[in-house]
């Protein structure tokens, strides 16, 4: 579905929006700027004419009170636990004050900007609007320029803009302006899976399955993970109440008979579910099913074939979004529609809460350093509305360890060493997964190519009152240890691991090994769909922002990873990172899962009869 149908369109405003002026005009002074990357130069002003798709952030009006909802329906002590709010609830609580939207509009009209040019998200807190890059320069009183990445990609960018004075107060910031991210996904290695045939799913499930017999460390299968994460037995009793999703960008997308090939191989009885998953389209994203050439897919394939190999048949959404944050001026696209996460945000934000899912799945992150701390505040103030509502939101934890060697450097112009955290895993109200290696005992997932599970502390957001005794208890231990290349006080990822190493995956019709955060997540993700399943059928809610309950009691259902540490960062101490220690640490949270155990700590009582659900 087009996002377009998400945003109200300007002809629903109430009558006097664009009324006289209520604010005399005042200067422009710089609202925000931003360092360029290192991994990014200037190369050319960017071309008049370029159109882009602005979006400007409206002051929310009562956030804190939603942070505060947040909290409370979080909070398994609190009396409100699992009393998620509704679609209407959380729009009254973020949508901008009158005063706020008339300054904006005056202010747009000042400028030759019509009602009609304009789209609202539902909340009407975003505002887009299209225009050439010379216009939007008069605007801002800026100047764009087309950059280029080492890689070879380019994009148009401003990282300094101004607004009126008067304005600073109403408008959180307007993008693309001065964000480098570019998130791009965590699917680090692909391999021929020489071994494939080997991997036979024809065995009898057992009560008590053993894992070393069925496991192997290159080729983890549907069956291992059930096996090794304790859900075997269990069969999805409310699956049409229980919904789970998961999101692709950069033209990635999910292949439909190469996930019939992997479930028919790996769980035969889910392979019709391959061509039963729904697509949501959004802004022309993705949906062939062509075979391709390039590396293209291999992230959509590992994510949907991990969801539905574990969790079937709880209903799966596969939310495809089109735009790419990189654009190349000379390539015949006429408009840089390159802000896709947003276009998500305000479409799944839009879902009814019978349409909305309970469990979101996404595999895509940048260094925290590229985005101003503006646009990450407010993207995650977004995520926060979903965790509101009763959505568990999962994002990968990065595959470089605490930083790729060779790039530790701060972006401030200082260029000071400095372990390179993550966004939107330093977001505080989600949920970051690291990833493990190996069985018994797990261990934290690395390899020697350079892939190592990601964690560390945030440079924009501080640490969230629910961490606060585990992460002091491991910074206790560490001591003064590369004390000077992060921040101790910041918010601290991951929150929990899974299986992250070489996964069995079908692409392009070959059976392939493929490893990264990008495996872990999607499992993990499937994983709380089945808890939620659970809950539900016990007649509770569903489980939504997990964090506040796994800081405080969740963690008790979680198997320990004490082996390993966030590689990366060569040029900083000894290159090892943060390390793997009991209790929570910054590699692999407080570890991986086991099903019964979190079942049981959450109140669903009952005899688990090894035939599936409970009596």
Known sequence: MSAAKFFLVAGLLASGAYASPIQARTPYAVKDSHFVPSKW?????????????????????????????????????????????????????????????????????????????????????????SLPVHRIESLLDTKYNVYRHEDGSETVRAPEWSLPLHLHEHIDTIQPTNSFFRSSPKAVSLEVNKFGGSYSQDVTYHQDPNVTAICTPRGVTPLCMRTLYETIDYIPQVSGKNKMSLVNYLGETNNRSDTYLFLEKFRPEAKETAYEFQFDVINNGST?????????????????QTMLGFSYPVPLTAYTVGGSPDFIPSNGTTTNTNEPYLDWLQHILAQSDDTIPQVVSTSYDDEEQTVPASYAKRVCEDLAQLGARGVSVFYS?????????????????????????????????????????????????????????????????????????????????????????????????????????????????????VSGTSASTPLIAALVALVNDALLAGGKPTLGFLNPWLYKKGYRAFTDITSGSAVGCSEIGDGKGFPAVEGWDPVTGFGTPKFRDIIHLLGVHGYWNHTGGWS
Request: a negative charge.
């Open 41 to 129: 130069r200037q190369v050319a002003a960017a071309p008049s004419t370029h159109n882009i798709d602005l979006r400007i952030a409206v002051k929310q009006n009562q956030f804190t009170d939603l942070e505060k909802h947040l909290y409370e329906v979080s909070d398994p002590d609190h009396s409100r636990y699992g009393q998620h709010l509704s679609e209407l609830d959380v729009k009254k609580l973020v949508q901008p004050s009158d005063d706020s939207l008339a300054l904006v509009h005056e202010w747009l009209a000042d400028n030759g900007i019509e009602a009609g040019d304009l789209s609202y998200s539902s909340s009407k807190d975003w505002i887009k609007v």
């Open 288 to 304: 062939s099913q062509a075979k391709v050439t390039s590396r293209i897919d291999i992230e959509g394939n590992l994510d949907v």
């Open 397 to 513: 934890s990065g595959d470089s360890g605490v930083g790729g060697s060779g790039s530790c450097v701060t972006n401030n112009g200082s260029n000071a060493k400095r372990f390179i955290p993550e966004f939107p895993s330093t977001c505080p109200y989600i949920t970051s997964v690291g990833a493990t290696m190996d069985f018994k005992p797990e261990v934290v997932a690395y390899h020697a190519s350079g892939y190592a599970s990601g964690g560390g502390f945030s440079d924009l957001f501080p640490r969230p009152a629910y961490q606060d005794k585990a992460v002091k208890a491991y910074l206790k231990g560490l001591g003064d240890r590369d004390a000077a290349y992060f921040n101790a006080s910041g918010r601290a990822y991951p929150d929990i691991a899974g299986q992250g190493s070489y996964f069995s995956t079908v692409w392009n019709g070959t059976d392939t090994l």
